[in-house]
């Protein structure tokens, strides 16, 4: 598990955008995702977005340990959608009668007779590649980009630089406080306590005492690191000068249109001709 | 006159909700160019002296303040820190939480960029300072990816940047090893000499405070009880006792020398006192042999812990040990040393099964330790790890030193004794209902200690006991140890602080990348200063001294302590 | 002091440094960070939001009753946020993970405040709650057809918080937890854990369930989960709570304005 925070170490566009038009290039890709509903274009976006990620050389074991992950959540959304979801299906699509995937023999304790739909199992599929296409958007905007850039601009987004230091210190420190974690654990066993015997309700508790020690270890150390700020000069006024520059460039300005022009393009064939709706003219072929 | 840099008059502080005063009626000028050093005993109010030079005391903290402080000409209660900023550069004594930003270049730009320094003005000083304390080329590295000793130069190399008129540091090397410790030093001591940079330093280690400051200031309950030459101060050894300060083995040394009528002056520096005991072998003074005590040979029977071929390689690929085969017999005393990275704590994490072999054995009591789990091994072998404060977890003292006897399944009554012992045998008693955490640095160290002797383990392990202690301090944990080691205890103690285990330890192990250097008895150690160099040890000044006065004498004089180095002159029957 | 001292007393202006709300921001960055360094110790699985439930949830409302409604909602999110991006794994969907972290330490820190000025707060944070609810069980009868009777059970947990934060019990659980008697601590941390949870839970199933219209089987499966998860995050927040408000009043730390321990 790596500790630092991670950038990619290849040059590609990505890189090369400002911090701004890739933020809002997240909020408008995920906002996106959250009104389409078309299994086919969730899967097309989410597809694109995967490729982009290779593309710009975030790490193939981060994207692979975020789909092991979310595998078992996603079994769960295809089975459950696929043999319940049997209303929503029916109003969005206007059928009455929907499609028999398969069915589970009568005979079959409990779940005997129940039966996997065509339209619950794509719509499945489109939540599946809709939570795909928000995971995966944030290692896309945020391994592209510099620390430095991330800071600056936030600042020059005008999110107030109190929040921007604090996001950065956060970055700073949130490793020693892992690594204390592991020491905690270690004073304990080193006192008699048997992780080895333990069942997980057990671990958990563990688990949950050792957060006191650490929150009140950083709360003292909190006390030095306010001394260490003033002494350099810290007020959390953004009135500062700026060892790093973030000017937006003819790539970024064209990037904040484009996804501009796509949000209310998505938003406009949406709403007006169905474009991304289920069952709607994307997904025609499917049913 | 050369120019006064800080000026103090007649001031008096008194923190909020405090009834005692923690400064009372100082007054000081230090000049432009000085090494000003301050020392005094943990609580003699060091840090709060520091932080009232740039306004943090009493601006911060509110309480009473009284008298007057200028800073380059600017009364620290009529101007903001920040602008008190510009002047005074400050370096703390963790090197961790000082370090603020997730780059070398920004730590450096931070301070500048909130004084509204001009960004192309910053890009020119950053190399700059960065050259100044030998850290050239690691703009981009994180401060993580940084030693100890480079992060202690990095925040000296920040605080520079803003070109203050006093640097400021407080317990600089307290965290760091030997090498570390010795960069900053040196470090500081080039500013000082090479850009005439004014220098306050508080710091507990007199050898180096001796060697580089040109003043000193002693501080004891917020008083300023005497200001001097280090001449002046170092050797006022009464004075230095009575404050429960360490004096530097030099200036030991030849003051019990001059307690046997013997005519010599008190050097405080290594290389005077080489003169001082030239001068004195030429005018022949008479020598004695030594009465050094024997050496216990405890290598009897079945080891207690045996380690053979053991190698160890951590997960990111880092080989921290090479084939290390040692063993320890039960009742010794064993002194484990060498640099950071060395491969110390690595090891004896091995004796608790903190860590697994890579490859090789550890046998514990004859058993293989792969058999055994922590929790089993650490009632046997107590292990005392570095920060007290993160082995801290229950609310009143009493809770944390029964928390190992409830986990070992001892019963209620049994647990009751237990912990009332170990409570009053390090004085803690009174204070069982306190939380730990309310309790001073020092005080919180000797519950864990309680905490871990209460499970009555056979083999005691400090780890950096002394580390962050005064010299009162560091000697009572290490007198609990030599208690236990008389007990018939093993005890296994690793530290950088070589001067403070003579008169306890037997036996040392020597490490150096991940390998052992040398295992010999302490008086022997000592003296191999070739295989002590090689992992960046340095003796203590005592065995130093005893090395030169082989070299005049031609004899071998193996002396360890300024004691036993004082012992071999006789005493002048006054005759002159 | 024992004596006078010689030099003259000053008046001692008390700048104090960067704060939010009272809350300095030291205090708020160590917090962030101990929030983003337990994002990675997994808890259990949460399935209604997708993901599992990392143990830093356990200090989200302990965050708003130490450093306030505000600077606990800046140093849980900033935590969260960080979190997700460091420790994806157990975050799930992005947004939803930090709205979760910073409506629970916000709601937290509003009951029973002693501010004046915030004394109505509490009714923003209904209204935003109730909008929520409506959204969510709204969805689930009129679109996705969900019976009333298992709209009612699944959402226990919500509406109970939410009725619980309505009456005077809002402002009991601060009592409680400002208490000098450490059983009432531990209940007002549990109970308090209940509520600022509920509510959290509210506002981010607003955004999951539009996204995954969970059908009904669930709904019944979850009426049960959800307040045995619910359960064991008191638990937590308890055990948690208690322990670091102790050691804060021991330590003896300058404590944040909006603090209510």
């Keep these: 598990m790596s500790m630092k925070f991670q950038t990619v170490e290849r040059d590609s566009i990505f890189t090369r955008l400002d911090f701004r038009p890739k933020i809002y290039m997240m909020l408008v890709l995920t906002v996106v995702a959250l009104i389409w509903e078309s299994p086919v274009v969730q899967l097309a976006l989410a597809f694109l977005i995967l490729i982009a990620c290779f593309f710009s050389g975030v790490k193939m074991k981060f994207i692979r340990t975020i789909l092991l992950i979310m595998i078992p959540f996603y079994l769960l959304l295809l089975i459950t959608h696929g043999f319940f979801n049997i209303s929503q299906v029916q109003s969005l699509t206007g059928k009455t009668e929907l499609t028999n995937l398969f069915s589970i023999p009568e005979n079959w304790w409990l779940i005997g007779g129940l039966s996997f739909s065509l339209e619950g199992f794509w719509y499945g599929i489109n939540t599946i590649f809709k939570t795909l296409t928000i995971v995966l958007v944030v290692p896309l905007v945020i391994f592209t980009t510099d620390l430095d850039n991330i800071i600056v601009g936030m600042v020059r987004a005008r999110v107030p630089y109190k929040l921007a230091f604090i996001f950065s210190a956060t970055l700073r420190f949130f490793p020693l406080l892992f690594s204390e974690i592991g020491n905690i654990i270690q004073a304990q066993r080193l006192r008699g306590l048997a992780m080895e015997k333990m069942n997980i309700i057990q671990r958990v508790s563990v688990y949950a005492k050792v957060a006191v020690p650490l929150i009140l270890g950083a709360m003292v150390q909190s006390q030095q690191l306010e001394i260490v700020l003033q002494s350099k000069a810290f007020s959390g006024d953004p009135d500062r000068t700026y060892l790093h520059e973030s000017i937006l460039s003819r790539l970024d300005y064209a990037v904040l249109i484009f996804f501009t022009v796509f949000l209310i393009a998505a938003f406009v064939s949406w709403a007006v001709w169905g474009f991304g709706a289920f069952a709607g003219p994307t997904d025609h072929f499917l049913f | 006159m050369s120019d006064i840099i800080a000026c103090l008059e007649n001031v008096s502080y008194q923190y909020p909700r405090s009834i005692e005063p923690v400064l009372s009626e100082i007054n000081l000028s230090i000049q432009k160019g000085e090494f000003f050093g301050l020392i005094g005993p943990t609580g003699a109010g060091k840090t709060t002296f520091c ?526 | 002091m024992s004596a006078t001292p010689r030099g003259e007393e000053r008046e001692v202006k008390n700048i104090g440094g960067a704060s939010i709300d009272g809350a300095p921001v030291a205090y708020i960055v160590v917090l962030a960070a101990v929030v983003t360094a337990l994002a990675f110790i997994p808890f259990s699985v949460v399935m209604a939001s997708g993901g599992s439930f990392p143990m830093n949830q356990g200090i989200f409302g302990l965050i708003g009753w130490v450093l306030g409604p505000i600077a606990g909602a800046v140093s849980s999110g900033i935590g969260a946020l960080i979190g997700v991006f460091v420790a994806p794994h157990t975050a799930g969907v992005w947004f939803v993970t930090v709205i979760g972290a910073i409506v629970t330490s916000f709601a937290a820190g509003v009951m029973g405040t002693k501010n004046e000025k915030r004394k109505s707060w509490w009714i923003g944070v209904v209204v935003v709650t109730v909008i929520a609810f409506a959204i969510y069980v709204g969805r689930a009868l009129l679109v996705n057809g969900i019976r009333l009777q298992w709209a009612i059970l699944a959402t226990f947990v919500n509406w109970s918080s939410l009725l619980l934060f309505i009456l005077p019990t809002r402002n009991l659980v601060a009592k409680w937890i400002g208490s000098k008697n450490l059983v009432l601590v531990a209940v007002g941390l549990a109970l308090g854990t209940w509520i600022s949870f509920g509510i959290a839970h509210t506002v981010q199933n607003a955004f999951t369930y539009t996204m995954f219209n969970w059908p009904e089987e669930i709904w019944v499966m979850l009426s049960s989960v959800i307040p045995i998860e619910f359960i064991s995050r008191c638990a937590i927040g308890a055990v948690i709570g208690t322990g670091v408000i102790v050691g804060l009043r021991a330590i003896g730390l300058v404590k944040p304005t909006e603090a209510i321990y």
Aim: a negative charge; hydrophobic letters at 40%.
């Design chain 2, 51 to 576: 932080c009232a030079l740039n306004g943090i005391v009493p601006q911060f903290y509110g309480g009473r303040f009284f008298g007057k402080i200028e800073i380059a000409g600017l009364d620290t209660l009529e101007h903001p820190i920040s602008v008190l900023a510009k002047h005074v550069g400050q370096v703390f004594e963790d090197p961790e939480t000082q370090l603020i930003a997730t780059s070398v270049e920004n730590e450096i730009a931070f301070a500048l960029e909130n004084l509204k320094v001009p960004r192309e003005e910053i890009i020119r000083r950053i190399p700059r300072v960065l050259e100044m304390v030998r850290l050239e080329g690691t703009e981009k590295k994180h401060p993580a990816e940084l030693s100890g000793g480079q992060k202690q130069r990095l925040a000296i190399a920040a605080a520079l940047a803003a070109q203050p008129d006093l640097l400021i540091l407080d317990e600089p090397t307290s965290q760091l090893d030997p090498v570390g410790a010795d960069e900053v030093f040196s470090t500081v001591s080039e500013l000082n000499k090479e850009l005439g940079m004014t220098i306050l330093m508080c710091s507990h280690a007199s050898e180096e405070m001796a060697e580089y400051a040109t003043r000193i200031g002693l501080l004891s309950n917020g008083s300023l009880l005497s200001v001097g030459t280090p001449e002046e101060i170092y050797a006022d050894i009464p004075l230095l006792i009575n404050n429960n300060l360490r004096v530097p083995q030099v200036a030991s040394t030849f003051y019990s020398i001059k307690q046997k009528n013997i005519p010599v002056s008190i050097p405080v520096r290594l290389e005077e006192g080489k003169k001082v005991l030239t001068e004195l072998i030429t005018k022949k003074t008479q020598l004695t042999t030594p009465d050094l005590k024997d050496e216990l040979v405890h290598k009897e029977g079945q080891p207690l812990i045996q380690i053979k071929d053991l190698e160890h390689t951590y997960p990111d690929g880092t080989k921290a040990l090479h084939g290390v085969s040692l063993d320890i017999h039960t009742g010794e005393y064993l002194l484990v040393i060498g640099q950071n990275g060395a491969g110390k704590s690595t090891l004896v994490k091995h004796f608790l099964n903190l860590l697994k072999p890579t490859s090789g054995t550890v046998v514990i009591n004859g058993i293989d330790s792969k058999k055994l789990t922590v929790s089993a091994l650490a009632a046997n072998i107590g292990y005392i790890a570095q920060n007290p404060d993160n082995q801290i977890f229950n609310m009143t003292v009493w809770d944390e030193v029964s928390f190992a006897l409830k986990n070992l399944k001892f019963s209620k009554q049994e647990i009751e004794t237990r912990t009332e012992e170990s409570l009053k045998s390090m004085g803690l008693y009174e204070y069982k209902d306190r939380h730990p955490l309310s309790l001073p640095k020092g005080d919180r160290a000797r519950v864990v200690i309680a905490a871990i002797l209460a499970m009555e383990p056979d083999t005691i392990i400090f780890d950096e006991p002394t580390t962050g202690q005064d010299f009162r301090g560091a000697h009572y944990i290490l007198d609990i140890s030599r208690k236990l080691h008389e007990m018939g205890k093993t005890v296994v103690v690793i530290t950088h602080h070589l001067y403070l285990m003579p008169d306890y330890a037997e036996r040392v192990i020597v490490m150096g990348k991940g390998t052992i250097l040398l295992d010999a008895p302490i008086r022997q150690a000592y003296f191999d200063t070739e295989k002590l160099n090689s992992t960046y040890l340095t003796p203590p000044q005592a065995v130093l001294l005893s090395i030169k006065l082989s070299e005049l004498t031609g004899e071998a004089y193996c002396l360890l302590t300024p004691a036993e180095l004082a012992s071999v002159f006789t005493t002048n029957g006054g005759a002159a």
